[in-house]
């Protein structure tokens, strides 16, 4: 590992630490909610990139399969389920149903 | 379109209202914690201790060649029978909380999915058995491979065939507690044979966490789309006769 | 060099979700903010065991962040489906709606 | 074959096979738990038994030795909690049967009584593996994993009553216990950072003055008093245990606070007792202080008796941490048998509480204290259970509470600590304002209306309370045994190779 490789690696690892920083700040940050799950899955997928820089495979696959690959659309299903009633049903076919409580 | 707007708005009018107040102290706060954090992690003595030199020298009779499952399924296999039945805690709870979502009144799946859902299935089913069976020595394992498992149920749930919902909770059940039965029975046969709980004869204990393995990333896959699919089968209302269970205060 | 950047990359991770989980209101942003407190903890364990030899590298604290990641997601999954019936239970419009759905539902079997 | 010394076990495999089976069996749940209970206070005597001769154990579990495995304790502590639990365990599945069977032949809501009884019993289950696993672990972090499944557990019961106010009270208590586990994996995160090993014993030895180890302290500290709930932090405790079901409310109460309070203990005075200043101890006093006088003051100001009993709660956890203080100056091992005394005290005499609370609820559906005058023509034995653990509260002569409270006494006053005596004294004298607040209406104040009784009371709600209530009582009388029990060697000196074979 010579000194150009290292100093690659450290240029990496700056950038990547700062990607996974800004995406934390906005995801919680964010004023939509739906943005937020969105930046949350980039950041999970982030985090597997950073598990497979420290040599730590096993964790990577399992960050980007259940961190960002099923947490997100949890969150995701969660959100649709409590705004189904609330402010308006989206139906499957896009017509805007009324919605009497607003 | 109005109606959005007006939440966006009282939405960040309401964040700013927040803003002024308490943050500033919480934010002197967190700032002060960070330093202090930071300070701590700098002053720990440099050569980082690590029980890789431990883990290296009994990995031969642990039964499989990846250091981390070799860990996670033999050295501290207690841990994660708990962790397991962690696992299952979390799918009791969100059915004991509500029922799944009756399937919405769609009119028929579009085709593409259904092809899609009919060519991915099989894929998923060999993908995530070969990552659980890649576990013994390579990258991969029960919670990886279950995953993946996973998400082929989920795309079935997705897909709006009649039959997911409607399916009674037994064999549901019996799925998800296969990992955490496997582990129990792998305990007590540890006890009566070897003399110690979860201790596993060196020469096949490589069949037993394969084994368990197995048993495992199953109960893994059908707990996560159990989570995914937000409350007990609908399969389970049959049992309970209907009444409307108008929420009258003084529940016991 | 590396454990260092990481290390405090977590550290900060650990208090963006502290944080984020005592200011924000809703239950969704809180859960948000319990994974990043998570996910920041995992990455401070795991800078510890980082070693420039890829023979060298101890499984024990990735052992104990895949047990952490499992946890976390069964907690995340327990909060969100309790938000949610918290949300359909306090609602008008969704309570009239499910009790009917329910009541088709009864019909069909 | 199966050597003795795998008794140890067996309180960590009963319930959790239990869980399992009545979790697919859902018919036969009621009797896998009475079989896995009674099997786990069965192990609980037979532990006592062996510990009383061969002292300490240690169990490495898979055969593999403390710095790469994990290993189980038995030590004087740990089986007094054990047994308590035990104790505990049988009494709560008898009333949990009889509450049931109660509720399910009502017919206001048929079809959620039975949801309920059929998840309780795994929840339940689970709840009492945690419990075991969590006093007898001797890894810190496979202590955090038994915490998680305790947390989670709880909050799965506290919501099983489906009222929405039951599941808002049990979300913020999984997200408190959430952030009340995450600091304590951040303090276990820098333990292993500065040692890299994570048995007690071992850590024991090492443990030294380094910033590593003070901001670990700091964090598993902050978290684990979270989830005790003391005073500034218990805004979670009395929402959560008022809205249960009766024995959800009496598991919550009686033994899942008590858990992570004897992890604390057990971090502050087995493990790291050297590296602590005397500060610290007087901030736990300090907190314990305004835990007992805020907690019985809310708890004078409630309407409802079960928000009352869950106040008192808050209250009675406050002297635990006056003991802090105290037993820094006394010595540790009087220190574990004043605060445990208490503990196991208080464990029985809250269940019997919560047990007749739930009692009364059931059988007149309400629980406005004004409107109890004349229960006790209907319920005599839920009506005399809630006094005797009333007098435990209070710390009146034979009851356990009073040989805590006349220890605690003893040590401040000898050590000229008057602070905490006045606390004592004040704290006993609110407890008595309420539970007079609720036995004056009991039995003084006579019936005006006739009450409607919903239906005739059952035996096993009734006396599984009594025999509560009469336990703590009478365990002042036997003292001197649990005491024993802390003299034989309160931590086991085991010979370890680092590094040792298999």
Known sequence: MDAGLTYIYTCFDIVLSAALLWLAWQLLRSTDIFKAIIFFICFGLLMSIAWVRMHAPDVALAEAAIGAGLTGPLFLAALRRMELGSRKERRIDGKEERSEDE | MVRRNEAKMNNRHQTKKRLSGLLWTLLLLTIFLAGLLIWTVLNIPRPLPSLSRETAEYLAMSGVNNPVTAVLLNFRGYDTMLEVMVFLLGAMTVWSITHAPFPARVANPSPVQATAVRLLTPLVCLIGGYLIWQGAYQTGGAFQGGAVLSAGVVLLLISDFIWVPRMHSLPLRLGMAVGPLLFVILAIWGVITEGSLLKLSPENAWAYLLFLEAGCGISIGLTLAAFFAGGRPLGDLREEPYKADQDDGEEG | ?????????????????????????????????????????????????????????????????????????????????????????????????????????RKKQ | MISAESWIIVPVVAPLSGALLSFLIRRGSVIISMTAAALNGLAAIILVKQFLQAGPAVYAIGGWNPPLGITLHTDGPSLIMLAMTAVAAIAICLYAWGYFSLRIDEPVRIGRAERQESFFWPLWMLQLTALNGLFLSGDIFNLYVTLELLGISAAALAALSGKTSALIASLRYLLVSLLGSLSYLLGVVFIYKTYGVLDLVLLQKMAGMEPGVIAALAFMSVGLLLKTALFPMHFWLPPAHANALAPVSSILSGLVVKASFFLLFRLWFDIFSPVLPASAFSLMGFLGAGAVLWGAIQSLRQKRLKLLIAYSTVSQLGYLFIAFPLAFAGGTSQAWSTVLFMAAGHACAKIAMFMAAGNILLHIGHDRIKDLAGIRAHLPITS???????????????????????????????????????????????????????????????????????????????????????????????????????????????VMLLGGGP
């Open chain 3, 1 to 105: 060099m590396t454990n260092l950047l990481y290390s405090f990359t977590g550290l900060i991770l650990f208090i963006f979700g502290f944080f984020a989980l005592i200011v924000c209101a809703q239950p969704l942003r809180k859960i948000l903010g319990c994974n990043v407190m998570a996910t920041g903890i995992f990455l401070f364990l795991v800078a510890t065991s980082y070693r420039a030899d890829a023979a060298a590298i101890d499984p024990v604290p990735q052992a104990m962040v895949l047990t952490g990641i499992v946890v976390s997601v069964s907690v995340t999954a327990v909060a969100l489906v309790l938000a949610t019936s918290i949300r359909q239970a306090s609602d008008p419009f969704i309570a009239r709606r499910k009790k009917k759905a329910k009541g088709d539902a």
């Open chain 4, 384 to 494: 005399f259970a809630y006094a005797a653990a009333g007098v435990n509260l209070i710390g009146l002569p034979p009851s356990a509470g009073f040989v805590a409270k006349w220890m605690m006494l003893i040590t401040a006053l000898s050590t000229h600590q008057w602070l905490w005596a006045l606390v004592l004294l004040a704290g006993s004298l609110l407890a008595a304002a309420y539970v007079f607040k609720v036995t004056s209406q009991l039995f003084v104040i006579p019936p005006d209306t006739t009450l409607i009784m919903r239906h005739r009371s059952a035996p096993l709600l009734e006396w599984p309370a009594l025999i509560l209530a009469l336990i703590s009582l009478l365990m002042g009388l036997m003292a001197p045994y649990p005491l024993r029990l802390l003299e034989i060697g309160v931590t086991p000196e085991v």
